[in-house]
């Protein structure tokens, strides 16, 4: 659909901007509270984790020159005794997309301009029996608006976590047909073929929902269902880590985790969208590439 006014347009832009950045300080400071209650295990003796926060700036180009820059945004990354790795990023770029991306973006058939803002979250966890996870809610304005996000989960070991999954869909569902009945079956859907390894003809994991140029023509309905799924997220997954970071595991369980951290890097290389949008559009390469696990192995 056509853009509102660019007064409009630009309160719409501030508004999910920072609803963005601080869902990213709420999810923070939720996982640094995980890191301070565990209770036992290999790493219990570790120092809590904590949030190590890094600015990035989006080099100039095309008609940003004249600004200085395209935008950027922040990195917030722990190491810690629960999380293996976690990162937290929220950006805001804008900028023309290149001759050769151009088109490929609904709205940018008569003008190559953008502007994108979001928050993206990935966890490898230590705990081989807490399921890795993936989250990401954006905007993104070209000659039109919309959109897209969603948020998947990945145990280790699928056969054994089914009560994870259930809880992780019930969730997102409930999230779902408050804003819209159709939406689940149908997000539902959209994430079990995107988050697919044709190559292995496998699930990267046990899935969630995916939706994307989400434009009912109802912006204020858009926006609040794509806030109304960061605070599913914030809600469920917390609840699952505490009830699995306990749980003691063997070098077995190790190995199996390493490997299908495999597919994992596997999936985000080869099929990932976001990676390939990121790296088209000059985003910053270390924040892009977050996703993948500090360690991982192929049989």
């Given amino acids: 659909m056509s853009l509102p006014d660019a007064e409009t347009v630009a309160q719409h832009k501030s ?41 990035w700036v989006r080099p100039a180009v095309n008609d940003d020159a004249s600004s200085g820059s395209g935008g950027g945004g922040a990195m917030a ?8 790795k976690v990162g937290v990023n929220v950006s805001i770029v804008h900028g023309q997309f290149s001759d050769q991306f151009r088109g490929q973006i609904p709205g940018t058939e008569e003008d190559a301009s953008f502007w994108a803002s979001g928050v993206s979250l990935v966890a490898h966890m230590r705990n081989p029996h807490v399921p890795a996870v993936h989250m990401n809610t954006r905007h993104i304005v070209t000659g039109q608006a ?39 079956p149908r997000f539902k859907e959209w994430c079990d073929e995107y988050f697919y390894l ?3 003809d496998e699930p990267r994991g046990m899935g969630g929902i995916f939706y994307d140029k989400l434009d009912t023509g109802d912006w204020d309905a858009d926006f609040a269902f794509t806030k109304s799924v960061g605070e599913a997220f914030l809600d469920i997954y917390p609840r699952i880590v505490r009830s699995r970071m306990d749980q003691p595991w063997t070098d077995a369980d ?24 990121g790296l088209m559009t000059g985003g910053n390469t270390e924040a892009i590439l977050m996703s993948m696990p500090p360690e991982a192995k192929w049989p």
Avoid at 263 to 275: A, C, I, P
């Fill in 15 to 55: 508004a999910a901007s920072k609803w963005f950045e601080a869902l990213r300080a709420r999810i923070c400071a939720e996982f640094e509270a995980i890191e301070d209650s565990l209770a036992t295990g290999p790493h219990q003796d570790l120092a809590p984790g904590r949030f190590s926060r890094k600015a």
């Fill in 77 to 84: 990354t722990m190491r810690g005794r629960v999380f293996e």
């Fill in 146 to 184: 919309w959109f897209g996000g969603g948020a998947d989960l990945t145990p280790m070991f699928p056969e054994n976590h089914a009560d994870d999954a259930a809880s992780f869909h019930a969730a997102l569902q409930s999230t779902c047909d408050r804003a819209d009945p159709s939406y689940y």
């Fill in 198 to 200: 044709p190559h292995r």
């Fill in 254 to 277: 190790r190995e199996g985790q390493l490997i299908k951290r495999g597919r994992y890097v596997e999936f985000n290389l080869l099929h990932d969208r976001g990676t390939k949008f």
